[in-house]
């Protein structure tokens, strides 16, 4: 079980790590802080540096049962089990997907509807809303969204029983999938006074650190069906 030291911590850059076992393409640790593909944010790609200095790249990376695996190049150099490696990110790439999955938090709490499916991207994220008789605006949520982070809301995990999930049952905003179960504890990421859903992803401290986005586009996606996309408004 490789042990997800970017759950409690999102802004772990890198840490070192024992190699657990190595084949082609795929490198598994006895801990990472790499995030693996899911819940619709991509994995982290980044590099694993042996001990002799010389660098492995990370393409992506994935959930394989309890082990969360990096993959490489088919024909990279591997490290030997039990070597010791240092595990960094491509910080850059993680940190615009931490602003865009916090975003769509707040995206949730502009548009209360239900979420029919979303993704999360360095340049672009999107949410699919299920919206019944709703109209959205674009510039309305556009406004909406960049009050709630100047307003600067804290954010921050926290996890709860499966039972106390089963007895709140509006956390899940997600219409067709459900969170992962059967550890016996759920993750819920919380944006103070705006949001709270089951959510693994990786996010920043504070909606301040988002800043400014617009919604570029909404399309439709169906008779009920509206995606909303965002993006980030750099300076």
Not at 59 to 79: F, M, Q, Y
Not at 138 to 145: Q, R, V
Request: hydrophobic letters at 35%; aromatic letters at 4%; a negative charge.
């Amino acid at each position: 079980m490789t042990e997800e030291l970017f759950r409690e911590d999102s802004y772990l850059r890198e840490c070192s790590a024992e190699v657990a076992s190595a084949e082609p393409g795929r490198i598994v640790l006895d801990r990472t802080v790499f995030y693996p593909r899911g819940g619709g944010q991509p994995g982290d790609t980044g590099t694993l540096v042996l001990p002799d200095g010389s660098g492995i790249d990370i393409l992506d990376t994935v959930k394989d049962g309890s082990d969360i695996v990096h993959i490489c190049a088919e024909n990279a150099r591997l490290p030997a089990p039990g070597a010791t490696v240092e595990a960094r990110i491509d910080w850059a790439r993680r940190y615009r997907h931490m602003r865009m999955h916090t975003c769509l938090h707040l995206l949730c709490a502009v548009v209360p509807c239900g979420v029919t499916g979303g993704q999360v991207g360095a340049e672009r994220s999107r949410l699919d809303f299920d919206i019944g008789e709703m109209v959205l605006d674009k510039d309305h949520i556009t406004a909406e969204l960049n009050r709630l982070i100047e307003e600067d809301h804290p954010v921050a995990p926290r996890w709860i029983t499966d039972q106390e999930l089963d007895a709140s049952p509006d956390l899940v905003r997600t219409m067709s999938v459900e969170p992962p179960r059967g550890t016996g504890r759920v993750r819920l990421l919380e944006v103070a006074g705006v949001d709270l859903q089951p959510c693994g992803g990786t996010h920043v401290s504070r909606t301040s650190e988002i800043g400014p986005v617009a919604v570029a586009k909404i399309e439709n996606k169906g008779k009920r069906n509206r995606r909303v996309n965002v993006v980030l408004v750099e300076n």
